[in-house]
């Protein structure tokens, strides 16, 4: 015959993992989308895509989708252990169309995807025509300083000349 202390006992211990169980399933289903998803800082090949989180996910990462829209190809980006909010994508095509999907990781699994961010990278042509005046280009740089590099070497000859002449 069973001790009634110990058959007490073990009803205890199966009651408290079935409720830390259903705690930890709660936990995970509760994880939300990712917010206000937003590209920024686009570029003809490069972007910035930013979202918020709603306060209290106990998130630990995040996992981007990248499409090229009507393309089966995806690009997959995982982040864990951080806390930021932003993720840079790379190597774009100029004058594409992109599809962005966020989701938010934690120690239990990952949220349902964000709603999807359309956007399209510019052209080359449409990015040097938008240039402000105070916006410099480096090719301008580059012809920039061969033009002080050329009027350098004009000043170092000239005060080499100079200093013969003097000596003699």
Same mark, same amino acid.
């Given at each position: 015959?069973?001790?009634?202390?110990?058959?007490?006992?073990?009803?205890?211990?199966?009651?408290?993992?079935?409720?830390?169980?259903? /705690?930890?399933?709660?936990?995970?289903?509760?994880?939300?989308?990712? &917010?206000?998803? =937003?590209?920024? #800082?686009? @570029?003809?090949?490069?972007?910035?895509?930013?979202?918020?989180?709603?306060?209290?996910?106990?998130?630990?990462?995040?996992?981007?989708?990248?499409?090229?829209?009507?393309?089966?190809?995806?690009?997959?980006?995982?982040?864990?252990?951080?806390?930021?909010?932003?993720?840079?994508?790379?190597?774009?095509?100029?004058?594409?169309?992109?599809?962005?999907?966020?989701?938010?990781? /934690?120690?239990?699994?990952?949220?349902?995807?964000?709603?999807?961010? &359309?956007?399209? =990278?510019?052209? #080359?042509? @449409?990015?040097?025509?938008?240039?402000?005046?105070?916006?410099?280009?480096?090719?301008?740089?580059?012809?920039?300083?061969?033009?002080?590099?050329?009027?350098?070497?004009?000043?170092?000859?000239?005060?080499?000349?100079?200093?013969?002449?003097?000596?003699?």
């Amino acid at each position: 015959m069973a001790k009634p202390g110990l058959s007490a006992a073990v009803l205890l211990l199966l009651l408290l993992g079935s409720f830390l169980l259903a /705690s930890s399933v709660k936990a995970d289903a509760v994880l939300s989308a990712p &917010l206000n998803v =937003t590209i920024r #800082e686009l @570029e003809v090949n490069s972007a910035l895509v930013t979202w918020e989180i709603l306060e209290g996910d106990p998130v630990i990462g995040f996992a981007i989708t990248q499409q090229k829209k009507d393309v089966r190809m995806l690009r997959f980006i995982q982040e864990v252990n951080t806390t930021t909010r932003s993720c840079a994508l790379w190597d774009l095509d100029e004058d594409t169309e992109y599809i962005v999907h966020v989701q938010s990781i /934690s120690m239990g699994g990952s949220s349902p995807p964000s709603q999807p961010v &359309l956007f399209r =990278t510019p052209k #080359e042509s @449409e990015k040097m025509a938008s240039k402000s005046p105070d916006e410099v280009t480096m090719e301008e740089v580059g012809q920039t300083a061969q033009l002080r590099a050329g009027e350098l070497i004009i000043i170092v000859v000239v005060l080499v000349m100079w200093a013969g002449d003097q000596s003699c």
